[in-house]
């Protein structure tokens, strides 16, 4: 039987298009034209004229220390978590007492704390550690509170693992440290890579922590680098644009190739 076209589906799917289309459009048509062609037509007019100059002025700037700063941040964060959420994770799921149990709930509570309602806190902690205006003053935090959620997805893949293969390693005499380099690693690949993927994203578009913990430019990340390029009095929209455009780039490819793995590994989270 031949299934009949869902026309509403279709619709939905169009008009879902156009939403998530329209400023991806506007955002792309502002990066390539002047600014007084975008203070005549406006933002989705079509451009009738194509410059570069806008990713010139961006590129020959502060913006590629500021990436290379956000480089730093995100991967010392992600080395950070995985050292961290993975042992903990692995634990969690192989422990047999309350104890395992209490620290699995511990660090889910880290869920419901938003960063805004600890942020003065966190910076009177690092100012008196000495590490305000460092890059350790983005990444801890950081770190910190993606420690939960990969805590919660390692723990859901490794769940997936079946329980007989823990118990063969383990009459072959392998420690538990073997078993979790040998075993749990190369079967949660698809956990680890979600949480790598997640937390390189949490990193790369982080703002508050930037924002409250560093001011000069040696420490600054793209998502502050952007305000360079809107002064006090007056802002160029095609630079503006350019320089988003050009901060995305990088993170956007790794979720285009990553994106697989992230949803299965999501899609695990809650374990068999």
């Not at 959620?149 to 769940?159: C, K, T, Y």
Request: proline content about 6%; hydrophobic content about 55%; cysteine-free.
């Amino acid at each position: 039987m031949k299934r009949r076209p869902n026309y509403l589906a279709g619709a939905a799917a169009i008009v879902w298009l156009v939403i998530i289309g329209t400023p991806l459009y506007a955002m792309l048509a502002t990066a390539v034209r002047p600014k007084e062609q975008y203070v005549d037509s406006g933002p989705l007019a079509i451009p009738s004229s194509l410059t570069f100059d806008n990713f010139h002025t961006v590129l020959s700037g502060d913006v590629p220390r500021y990436i290379l700063n956000t480089v730093i941040v995100a991967a010392a964060t992600v080395v950070i978590v995985l050292l961290l959420s993975v042992p903990v994770g692995y634990t969690v799921v192989r422990g047999r007492g309350w104890t395992s149990t209490a620290v699995f709930r511990l660090f889910l509570l880290g869920l419901a704390i938003p960063a805004q309602a600890v942020i003065i806190p966190m910076f009177l902690l690092i100012n008196q550690l000495g590490l305000y205006d460092t890059y350790w003053a983005v990444i801890l935090p950081t770190a910190a509170f993606s420690l939960p959620v990969s805590i919660l997805v390692l723990a859901g893949g490794m769940r997936d693992i079946n329980k007989e293969l823990f118990e063969s390693m383990a009459m072959d005499g392998a420690s538990p440290g073997r078993i979790l380099l040998q075993l749990v690693i190369p079967l949660a690949r698809g956990s680890i890579s979600t949480v790598t993927v997640f937390t390189a994203l949490s990193a790369w578009n982080g703002f508050l922590f930037p924002l409250i913990l560093t001011q000069s430019t040696s420490t600054k990340v793209i998502t502050l680098g952007v305000y360079d390029f809107i002064g006090q009095y007056q802002v160029n929209p095609p630079e503006v644009f350019a320089a988003v455009l050009v901060s995305a780039l990088p993170i956007l490819a790794i979720y285009l190739f990553a994106r697989k793995s992230l949803l299965r590994g999501l899609a695990g989270a809650g374990g068999k």
